[in-house]
């Protein structure tokens, strides 16, 4: 069977399995709607965070930006997976005890403000509306590549089967097909990846394999990439240009905001009791290890493939090079994406692959005659050529289809379904229209999400040219508006109602106004994005961390100078210290 | 707040203190901080401080979550707060 068939197969398959669930886990109350009627078992929630959280980004792009960036790729697995330790130790167990729907409520609630609870909807609503949109892409993307049909049919598709399930099934819809999900893009990312390591070490599991000897030679991985890549004039894998305190602040922002993420959080309000919310949190963080302690092998041995497949012999030997006509068909394949491109610059017929901007190691280059790098790879498609490079059969490259689909489709259908709480519960039951029945406010979720599919499908056909500029917003913003306020309402008595408002009000204007200085948005940068301008040596990407401490600074002083919160806000604070006397759905 | 709840808060918020000291050291101090210290010792194929950015924290990370949900329900039950199965 040819791979186009076995693609539609899986895909196909999948779907199936996705709208079955949905119409088994369809919500009959606001209850069920938005936390799922809080049954959710620990390790199933966990299961689905998993699913919820690793978006297109983690399972398409991650390993290849790690391949790119060696050591300096680790920002992205300590930042997406230490959050997890936050929020089970800081925040999960107290929301849950708190027992409501959503995270602006909490902020509402807490700092008995509705101005409060309405910055905090507006930080939420960006936030996940940022992230939403390149969810929808990377549907359009995989759909465009496997199953050669038009990026809007495959968009039209994905916003098809997210509505089936996240507007029928709200937070229950969504909870079991996550679990679906993530069982699809587990499968998908580490088959490859096991096979990739047997042939390479000889030790199946990734995470091993990673640091063993590489088949035929006596060399460890890692050395012998260190050593491969620096012969071409590429920085040591192992090691990253990038300033200490930048990958400090960039980890910490990544961290923070993951635990700041509201379609994250939200997933802990679906389980019994409070001490599932910490157990769910810790399962969670394994299902997610799995794929992330797997993702830095992958990068590390797509890097080595690559580069060898290139460098079949002796750097600047006249034979050391592929010969172009000779490339294998992956290549020929990925060309016809324009993700993948060559150009013989020097006329050889054969194809350098080195970095030029290395001036010193391009002086060298110009003595074999070689004149530029004349390879150029999207980073993005490691991991989706990674079976084709590997020879692997064509199901296991359906599979990993499926799972790039899966993972995005379960990400944009969290964050739709935290937009459509935000918009129903928070906006029109909670502000605007009190006096809403039941039926009325599940009726309004439902619109609510089915508008924001729409929006969402629209700026993934139609992304902004900022949508790569923005994800830096989403955690930034997480990090510096939402975690701080959640985390001083739960561990602080004395914040009170001024001080949130200010230290939230600080933290964004602080961190947005900087990501649009350097990056510009719908203008260009007011300041060149270079490290001899960033603030403390800072970038962009993590800022966060900077804006989350003033976040806190502001929250603490103005706190001191205005009025304490009033008595039945400490009561209230010190009920959700404890366990005990959580009730299964609050209904108000 | 009683004194029962206020030393449980106590005993939670300092427990909470020492895994969070851990979470820092490991991921911020050996993979970011001290990482060009520790990468001069290498085992098994791996620079130590290249491990323990790209491997080591995340083991660490799911490691401390469940000594915290075993340390918690211990607490829970010793001052008689844990939820009731009913």
């Given at each position: ?74 920002v992205y697995?300590m930042g997406w997976?230490g959050g997890?330790?936050l929020l089970?130790?800081l925040l999960?167990?107290?929301l ?7 995270v602006p409520?909490f902020i509402g609630?807490r700092y008995?403000s509705?101005a409060a609870r309405i910055v905090a909807v507006i930080c939420l609503i960006f936030i996940s509306f940022t992230y ?113 305190i930048d990958i400090f602040a960039i980890t910490v922002a990544l961290m923070v905001g993951t635990a700041g993420l509201p379609h994250v959080i ?149 964050l739709?379904?935290v937009?459509?709480?935000g ?43 900022f949508?790569?500029q923005v994800v830096a917003f989403a955690f930034g913003l997480a990090a510096s508006s939402l975690f701080p306020v959640i985390i001083m309402g739960i561990f602080s008595?004395?914040v009170?109602r001024e001080g949130a408002i200010a230290g939230m009000l600080t933290g964004l204007i602080f961190t947005m106004g900087y990501i649009l200085a350097y990056k510009g948005v ?5 300041i060149?994005n270079?490290?001899?301008?960033w603030l403390f040596g800072i970038s962009p990407e993590g800022i966060g961390a900077v804006g989350m401490v003033l976040n806190f600074i502001v929250a603490f002083s103005v706190s ?29 | ?27 911020y ?58």
């Amino acid at each position: 069977m040819d791979l186009t068939t076995l693609t539609y197969i899986a895909v196909g398959l999948s779907f199936a399995l996705y709208i079955g669930i949905a119409i088994w886990a369809k919500a009959s109350t606001t209850g069920e709607f938005y936390v799922a009627g809080k049954g959710v078992n620990p390790v199933v929630n966990g299961m689905a965070t998993a699913a919820d959280w690793m978006s297109a980004a983690s399972f398409i792009s991650m390993a290849g930006l790690i391949a790119f960036l060696g050591y300096g790729g680790s920002v992205y697995l300590m930042g997406w997976t230490g959050g997890y330790c936050l929020l089970a130790m800081l925040l999960a167990p107290y929301l849950r005890k708190y027992g409501k729907f959503t995270v602006p409520e909490f902020i509402g609630d807490r700092y008995y403000s509705k101005a409060a609870r309405i910055v905090a909807v507006i930080c939420l609503i960006f936030i996940s509306f940022t992230y939403v949109a390149g969810q929808m892409r990377g549907v359009g993307i995989v759909f465009s590549r496997f199953l050669e049909v038009e990026i809007l049919t495959g968009l039209i598709v994905g916003m098809g089967i997210v509505f089936i399930y996240a507007v029928l099934g709200g937070m229950k819809g969504i909870t079991y097909t996550q679990v679906a999900q993530y069982c699809v893009l587990i499968v998908a990312y580490t088959i490859p990846a096991i096979f990739i390591a047997f042939q390479l070490t000889g030790n199946p599991l990734p995470q091993l394999a990673f640091g063993s000897t590489v088949n035929g030679t006596g060399e460890f991985m890692l050395d012998r990439l260190n050593q491969v890549v620096t012969e071409l004039g590429f920085l040591e894998y192992t090691t990253t240009s990038k300033s200490t305190i930048d990958i400090f602040a960039i980890t910490v922002a990544l961290m923070v905001g993951t635990a700041g993420l509201p379609h994250v959080i939200v997933r802990f309000f679906t389980v019994p009791k409070v001490r599932d919310a910490r157990s769910s949190a810790g399962w969670a963080l394994v299902f997610i290890a799995l794929l992330y302690t797997t993702a830095p092998a992958v990068g590390a041995m797509a890097r080595l493939n690559l580069t060898e497949t290139i460098q079949t012999g002796e750097v600047g030997a006249e034979d050391g090079n592929l010969v172009f006509e000779e490339r294998p068909d992956w290549m020929k394949r990925w060309e016809a994406t324009g993700l993948l491109s060559f150009e013989d610059k020097n006329g050889d017929g054969r194809i350098q692959y080195y970095n030029d901007a290395n001036e010193e190691f391009a002086a060298k280059a110009a003595e074999f005659g070689w004149q530029g790098n004349e390879l150029k790879v999207d980073r993005d498609i490691m991991v989706l050529a990674n079976p084709e490079i590997a020879q692997l059969p064509n199901w296991v490259i359906a599979l990993v289809a499926a799972g790039g689909i899966a993972a995005a489709l379960s990400t944009a259908a969290g964050l739709l379904l935290v937009i459509s709480s935000g918009v129903s519960h928070d906006l029109l039951k909670g502000t605007f229209t009190p006096n809403m029945t039941e039926g009325q406010e599940l009726m309004a979720g439902r619109i609510a999400a089915a508008v924001a599919i729409l929006i969402a499908g629209y700026l993934g056909y139609n992304p902004p040219g900022f949508v790569a500029q923005v994800v830096a917003f989403a955690f930034g913003l997480a990090a510096s508006s939402l975690f701080p306020v959640i985390i001083m309402g739960i561990f602080s008595k004395k914040v009170n109602r001024e001080g949130a408002i200010a230290g939230m009000l600080t933290g964004l204007i602080f961190t947005m106004g900087y990501i649009l200085a350097y990056k510009g948005v719908f203008f260009d940068p007011i300041i060149a994005n270079t490290p001899e301008n960033w603030l403390f040596g800072i970038s962009p990407e993590g800022i966060g961390a900077v804006g989350m401490v003033l976040n806190f600074i502001v929250a603490f002083s103005v706190s001191r100078v205005t009025a304490e919160p009033p008595e039945h806000i400490q009561v209230m604070i010190e009920d959700i210290r404890v366990p005990k006397g959580a009730g299964g759905a609050v209904d108000h | 707040m009683d004194e029962q709840s206020a030393a449980y808060w106590k005993r939670n918020v300092k427990l909470v203190s020492v895994l969070v000291a851990i979470w820092f050291i490991v991921s911020y101090g050996f993979g970011i901080l001290f990482v060009d210290a520790l990468n001069s010792i290498e085992i098994a194929g791996f620079q130590l401080g290249f491990w323990f950015a790209q491997q080591g924290s995340i083991y660490v990370f799911v490691a401390l979550i469940f000594v915290y949900v075993a340390k918690m329900n211990k607490l829970d039950r010793e001052f008689g707060v844990r939820e009731d199965d009913d």
